[in-house]
């Protein structure tokens, strides 16, 4: 099934977006700017600043377009916000990951080395507190809150390396914070600006946060497969970074076989192909799909509990933008 086109309103608004975001990153220091407006250069989806928008289109004088005129900078900046958290993210995941590319170019790390691009997404979180300060309303508590849920999602990912042991709940655990908060993060952001109430709101922060998972376990599938633009397909194996599909592929694998190559002191990427299979004929991948299947049909659930109480153009523009993100995922 063909994803129904995100509307022209959300694709604007996310060209808005990135402008702002790199007025923003030219301001950073001569030292800290330029990774940081290479990446915020690249093309991107905006994904999370375009939720943000369609969930402030839901309720009160967000009904009416024609009012948002007088609002559209305070969304512009809002949306940016959260794309910086995203950037920030991004700088310290590839040097987490050791990737070597990142949106079709070389990962920051590689250019500017590991201190400078960990300092630049420092940097990158920073701007972000000052601008949610900046735009008040008690929004630099809120996101604070979501900083501290990625952080905390970084450590588990570093903490549980090579742990072929772990869990799915524990997995869970590090994708709703690694992943799972931002994206909650903008529909209660958007929900906030719309004046929605507490059931429209709480119904939103779960549609995020349960599309967030799904989004997660899509990549960790996406690892699996080779892709030419960004980082070579299954490398986060190297570090001990197993995702969905191999955790389910390890619970299946009565041989140990799987175990044995990931735990090799000798492990390198030409044994990447062989994990590949072995996470295939293990089933793990199947698994992981069911489980973004999952999680992606609470996210709509949750969508539908708020359908009666919310604008029907915003809410037909969430689930476009929903079904683009599962159809690119799958």
Request: glycine letters at 12%; a negative charge.
């Amino acid at each position: 099934m063909t994803a129904a086109p995100v509307p022209t309103w959300l694709t604007d608004f996310a060209g808005e977006v990135t402008g702002r975001l790199r007025a923003l990153a030219g301001g950073l220091s001569e030292a800290l700017e330029p990774p940081v407006s290479a990446l915020a250069g690249r093309p991107g989806k905006c994904f999370r600043a375009m939720l943000l928008c369609a969930c402030a289109g839901l309720a009160g004088e967000a009904r009416d377009r024609s009012s948002w005129p007088g609002r559209r900078d305070r969304l512009v900046r809002l949306g940016a916000l959260v794309e910086l958290l995203h950037l920030a993210s991004l700088l310290h995941d590839d040097v987490v990951d050791r990737a070597t590319t990142r949106r079709g170019g070389p990962a920051a790390h590689t250019v500017v080395g590991q201190e400078r691009a960990v300092l630049a997404g420092l940097a990158c979180f920073t701007l972000a507190g000052m601008e949610a300060a900046s735009i008040g309303g008690g929004l630099d508590q809120i996101v604070g809150a979501a900083v501290a849920g990625l952080a905390c999602g970084e450590v588990l990912d570093v903490e549980r390396a090579f742990d072929t042991s772990m869990s799915v709940d524990d997995y869970l655990e590090l994708a709703e914070r690694k992943t799972g908060d931002l994206f909650r993060l903008s529909c209660l952001l958007g929900a906030a600006e719309s004046g929605a109430g507490e059931a429209v709101t709480d119904a939103l922060a779960k549609f995020g946060a349960d599309l967030g998972v799904a989004f997660q376990v899509l990549d960790d599938c996406l690892d699996l497969r080779a892709d030419p633009t960004d980082k070579p397909a299954g490398t986060d194996h190297l570090l001990g970074l197993f995702g969905a599909p191999t955790l389910y592929a390890l619970a299946a694998d009565g041989s140990g076989e799987l175990a044995r190559i990931l735990l090799a002191p000798r492990f390198g990427v030409a044994d990447v192909p062989a994990v590949r299979a072995l996470v295939a004929a293990n089933g793990g991948l199947a698994a992981a799909a069911a489980l973004a299947r999952e999680r992606y049909k609470r996210a709509l659930a949750a969508l539908d509990e708020a359908a009666g109480l919310t604008e029907p153009g915003a809410h037909r523009s969430l689930i476009a933008l929903a079904e683009t993100l599962w159809q690119a995922g799958r």
